[in-house]
């Protein structure tokens, strides 16, 4: 099978490459494409992945092409991973924000709108790409924000599904707190992307969440950055995500003068880079860990495996609402467990979600409508109206400002601006 990677030069791909070397029973692949506009970077990461694939006897051939079209013609799975304006939009994403008080992130407020904005054209450019040249195709998409992307490309109408690495994150840790391996832990987790809840953590059918808290809550308050006493409190383990809501001011006064993420990534990859370009390198080197993104290989491997398969197995994924969370509208992506078919996912069913959680989920569901709006058919007005609606803004005088500035920081990317 032919599976294509767009944005195949990202420093990640060769965690993707790992895990398709360890899982080559469960996922044949004979030709790994990877597609980018930056031919420099493909081919350093192109080269190491072949070595990589050399080293561990796989028989894949690794393609790197700059042609979209040819990339995806064919293609079992395409997997797209791609940043538009690079880690200098993700500086401008991270520091406007700050200029109003509010919190600097990439994929969520005011910094998440502005990349679903450069983004979701984008990504719905490729799709169409992919529905004329491999019609059978199935669309994992990990593009952040992954929640708003994959909702434009289901109402387009793509065989497309959203993954995110926190969920597997949260069970791996629950694994090796509990020694057990990762298998047997099934996770309640439950939200929209960036915004979830684990509220039930079973071992063998067994749930073990309480026993967790009381035993191991430090571990688990470290992973969503947020007090121990509180994640006891709140009986489940929020995302890391949840600190810009729950610790919003905290976080600003930290973000003001600290290096941003954009910054020290932008370094890592550098370095990162210069590692790949080493003819003698032939496995993910250590450095990636930092790069973050971990388990996104067995992540993709595993969804990739069960849609091509129709195994029908569970794992979080970015779905349609289809009733799952009776308080949002059916078209609405949330992120659940879901059992994999050939034909797509099917979201299981979830516990009623109490107002402490529904109410914010509530709340940036109807900001992530606003924002697609605001993608597909631009215009100054619904920017504002979708920064208005987002709980990290909600102010006039904020929202009036990040408008005029976010527009015209993205106006290269945003034809309706121009």
Wanted: some cysteine; aromatic content about 4%.
């Amino acid at each position: 099978m032919k599976l294509t990677v767009v944005g195949g030069g990202s420093t990640y791909t060769p965690e993707l490459v790992d895990g398709i070397a360890r899982e080559r029973a469960a996922l044949p692949v004979s030709e790994l494409v990877l597609a980018d506009p930056d031919a420099g970077r493909l081919e350093l990461v192109g080269g190491l992945a072949a070595r990589m694939l050399a080293r561990a006897g796989h028989p894949a051939k690794v393609v790197t092409t700059g042609d979209l079209d040819e990339a995806v013609a064919g293609a079992a799975v395409v997997l797209i991973q791609l940043r538009v304006g690079g880690q200098a939009a993700r500086q401008v994403d991270e520091t406007l924000p700050l200029e109003c008080g509010c919190v600097g992130q990439e994929t969520t407020g005011a910094g998440g709108l502005a990349k679903a904005l450069r983004t979701v054209p984008v990504v719905l450019d490729i799709a169409e790409r992919i529905a004329a040249r491999a019609p059978d195709a199935w669309i994992i998409d990990f593009t952040n924000p992954v929640g708003i992307v994959t909702r434009a490309l289901l109402d387009a109408g793509h065989r497309a599904v959203g993954l995110c690495n926190v969920a597997i994150g949260v069970q791996r840790r629950a694994a090796a707190l509990l020694d057990v391996t990762p298998e047997r832990i099934a996770l309640g987790h439950a939200g929209l992307n960036h915004l979830t809840w684990v509220r039930s953590i079973e071992l063998d059918g067994r749930e073990v969440l309480p026993e967790l808290l009381g035993e191991h809550a430090e571990d688990l308050a470290a992973m969503a950055g947020l007090p121990a006493p509180f994640v006891r409190r709140l009986g489940a383990v929020p995302s890391y995500y949840l600190r810009y809501f729950y610790e919003h001011d905290r976080v600003v006064r930290e973000q003001r003068g600290a290096p941003t993420r954009a910054e020290e990534v932008a370094a890592l990859e550098r370095d990162l880079l210069a590692l790949y370009a080493d003819p003698a390198l032939d496995t993910k080197p250590a450095r990636l860990d930092e790069r973050g993104g971990a388990f996104y290989s067995e992540a993709a491997v595993q969804l990739a495996v069960s849609l091509l398969t129709g195994r029908g197995d569970a794992q979080v994924v970015n779905v349609r609402n289809n009733g799952t969370l009776p308080f949002l509208d059916d078209r609405a992506v949330i992120e659940v467990p879901a059992q994999i078919t050939a034909s797509g996912p099917v979201p299981l069913p979830v516990p009623p979600l109490g107002p402490l959680f529904s109410g914010l989920v509530a709340h940036v569901s109807g900001y992530e409508e606003l924002a697609l709006d605001a993608a597909l058919r631009g215009g100054v007005d619904r920017v504002a109206d979708a920064l208005l609606a987002h709980p990290l803004v909600g102010q006039l005088d904020a929202a009036e400002r990040l408008v005029r500035d976010l527009v015209a920081d993205n106006r290269a990317h945003l034809p309706w601006a121009a």
